[in-house]
T-cell receptor, first 115, second 113 residues
Framework: QQQVKQSPQSLIVQKGGISIINCAYE??????FPWYQQFPGKGPALLIA?????SEKKEGRFTISFNKSAKQFSLHIMDSQPGDSATYFC??????????????FGKGTHLIIQP | DARVTQTPRHKVTEMGQEVTMRCQPI?????VFWYRQTMMQGLELLAY????????DSGMPKDRFSAEMPDATLATLKIQPSEPRDSAVYFC???????????FGQGTRLTVV
């Protein structure tokens, strides 16, 4: 059972445009929703994360929008740059006992920003 | 420069051989995760430890995989015997109990021929 569904699988955006990646989850116990960025040959790195008590979080050009009732969240990259070309993963986790817990990842979106 | 260190970075082995992957978590982190990444399945959680105790290894094939933390600075993932379907990139990640962020290592690319 895939608990976090991510779309699209691949995305091409022109430089300066807005990149939008969407995720939907099923487990209502999830309460932490990070986005990870991965470059070829590297491990995933945390980009931005949100908890369900807020509907939006912005850090620089990156924004997470969160819709708790729809169980959906999305990543928006404003003014997309060629250096943003990477694979992006959404993820979700619960903390039944408190503390760090294993993440359930979406399948990833391969983003290409064309100059 | 705090980071998760994984060794080896690349491993090619023959089917049936034992493979051991090692991970040094970030100093002070008490939670260690093992993930496997493949094109087909994406990132899958295999197992994780807190304070060196295994908390969840339900994602790991029990018959051939084993994960341990001999001490707070070393986590190991062993495959015995290895099979071609085990070919993947294996990531170790670490985190703190009070912070859900997981920091990933650069991975071990395993190829079983």
């Amino acid at each position: 059972q895939q608990q976090v569904k991510q779309s699209p699988q691949s995305l091409i955006v022109q430089k300066g445009g807005i990149s939008i990646i969407n995720c939907a989850y099923e487990n209502t116990a999830f309460d932490y929703f990070p986005w990870y960025q991965q470059f070829p040959g590297k491990g995933p790195a945390l980009l931005i994360a949100i908890r369900p008590d807020v509907s939006e979080k912005k850090e620089g050009r990156f924004t997470i929008s969160f819709n708790k009732s729809a169980k959906q969240f999305s990543l928006h990259i404003m003014d997309s740059q060629p250096g943003d070309s990477a694979t992006y993963f959404c993820a979700a986790s619960g903390r039944p006992g408190g503390g760090a817990d294993g993440l359930t990842f979406g399948k990833g979106t391969h983003l290409i920003i064309q100059p | 420069d705090a980071r998760v260190t994984q060794t080896p970075r690349h491993k090619v082995t023959e089917m049936g051989q034992e493979v051991t992957m090692r991970c040094q978590p970030i100093l002070g982190h008490n939670t260690v995760f093992w993930y496997r990444q493949t094109m087909m399945q994406g990132l899958e959680l295999l197992a994780y430890f807190r304070n060196r105790a295994p908390l969840d290894d339900s994602g790991m094939p029990k018959d051939r995989f084993s994960a341990e933390m001999p001490d707070a600075t070393l986590a190991t993932l062993k495959i015995q015997p290895s099979e071609p379907r085990d070919s993947a990139v294996y990531f170790c990640a670490s985190g703190q109990t009070a912070n859900t962020e997981a920091f990933f290592g650069q991975g071990t690319r395993l190829t079983v021929v």
